[in-house]
């Protein structure tokens, strides 16, 4: 069933005033014919200040001139635009303000308003920026952490090398090499200290030098005690 018309517009006329969102209607010289009471809390201003002055001397900065020049080129070719402004309060501080603009069209196809809605997305867009800023450094942690990884697996792989090397050596300097550690235990020999000293390593291996028939001479020249 159909509301009366008087009950209809009145109806409307209300829902657009306690609209959460902010609206703006402008003659099409794009001077503001009617702003509702949420584009009044966002902006600071009150319609007798915002009457007859274009939308755009909002804006922050003129950064935003070629979006905003595509916005009215779109809407007086009858097209809608959507997109975001960054825009100044009457306290000056900023808001992040997305809006949708669209042409209101007669029954003779002329556009004859332009209708805006918005919306201050400010706490989004920070959120985003944090999220985006997040993003970025844990992708630097990130790419730092494989650094090191690879840098330590370059390290380790030039070690291992580096003992291969050394025990190669160790192995086919003609020279008798045994090694023992504090206890007097054979730890290592090598080669030539089998050959020169006809022994088995791993007879000796983890036993006491003077398990053997020979005596050791430390490096300042003096015989290591057998007990």
Not at 49 to 64: A, Q
Not at 81 to 105: E, H
Not at 153 to 181: A, H, M, Q, Y
Not at 188 to 214: D, F, H, M, P, Q
Request: hydrophobic share 35%.
């Amino acid at each position: 069933r159909c509301l009366p018309l008087e009950l209809f517009w009145k109806l409307l006329s209300q829902a657009v005033e306690q609209s959460p969102v902010s609206i703006v209607i402008t003659d099409l010289e794009t001077k503001i014919q009617y702003v509702n009471s949420a584009f009044e809390l966002t902006t600071g201003y009150s319609f007798d200040e915002l009457k007859g002055k274009p939308p755009g001397f909002l804006l922050f900065d003129n950064s935003s001139d070629n979006k905003y020049e595509e916005l009215w080129e779109n809407l007086y070719n009858k097209k809608t635009w959507k997109g975001t402004f960054l825009n100044k309060k009457k306290d000056g501080s900023t808001y992040w303000n997305s809006i949708y603009v669209t042409p209101i069209i007669n029954s003779d196809n002329e556009i004859v308003h332009f209708l805006g809605i918005s919306e201050d997305i400010t706490l989004a867009q920070q959120a985003e920026e944090k999220m985006l800023k997040f993003s970025k450094e844990l992708e630097k942690a990130n790419s730092e952490l494989i650094s090191e990884i690879e840098y330590r697996k370059t390290i380790e792989k030039k070690l291992i090398e580096n003992e291969l090397k050394l025990k190669r050596i160790f192995e086919i300097i003609p020279v008798g090499i045994n090694i023992i550690d504090g206890s007097g235990k054979y730890i290592e020999v090598n080669s030539a200290a089998e050959k020169i000293l006809g022994i088995n390593r791993n007879e000796i291996i983890n036993k006491k030098y003077n398990l053997t028939k020979w005596k050791i001479i430390k490096t300042d020249g003096s015989v290591m005690p057998e007990n």
